[in-house]
């Protein structure tokens, strides 16, 4: 039987790399390294410097390859997004076919936490589905951005007993701002809700050597976090940030 192993590796920070991912890193032979262009060349480096860093016998082979682009000018998300998956899948299957021996183990290390926004879960068991190739496959948890993010800003992810709803820009709306977190937003969706009497905790390039943070009351902190935003970005060419919305309770403990 093939095996591959979802490790994951931390939002940036190698030292977030567990002593369970280090003992997986060490069982395979093979690392599959899904390459997105030269914009993510940083995060292809970041996870060659972790093999390098934590793997006792450097006997081991990096295979790297294209990631097919989502089609991002179909009228409906969702099905510009089923049909990346499907070529994905496709992708992966051919690595486990043609790179993978009986009895082998391969690795793809996966940013964050593998379960959270994160297709290659969902890619494996379509894999599996099609019946395109027979292996097994095991998950190890990560450091997620979000986990990264309260900790940097040293606050508790939930008020006590409550809710924590964790979406995407695309999806943020009024109803959420008790105490959502924001992934994935390219557009700086919180802009739209600078009236509301919320606090942001905003955080950029977390765990990384170049990490910003900023905290504050939406109201006071929106345009600085836009502006370091942009600038961030077009200094390094790509950006990855998360940020806590939080309703302000006046008198009331979080
Ligand atoms: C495709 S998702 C992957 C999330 C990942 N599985 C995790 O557990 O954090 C990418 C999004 O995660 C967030 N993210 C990941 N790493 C980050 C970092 N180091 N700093 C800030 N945000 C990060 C950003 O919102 C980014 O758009």
Redesign the pocket.
Known sequence: MKTLLLIGMG??NPEHFTVQAIHALNRATVFFVLDKGSITQDLVRLRLEICQRYIREPAYRVVQVSDPKRDSTTPRYTDGVEQWHAQRAEVVARLIEHELQDGECGAFL?????A???STLRMLDRVRDQGLTGFDYEVIP?I???Q??VARHRIALNGIGQPIRITTGRQLSAADLDNVVV???AHCAFEAFVDQDVDIYW??????ADEILIAGELSDVCAQIKQVRAQARLRKGWI???YLLRRRRRGAEN
């Not at 996966?110 to 593998?114: C, I, R, S, T, V």
């Not at 955080?203 to 990384?208: P, W």
């Open positions: 939002a940036g996966l940013w964050g936490e593998p959270l926004y994160d990560g997620s951005s979000v990264a993010l992934m994935l937003d955080g950029a390039y977390i765990g990384t990855m940030d998360t």
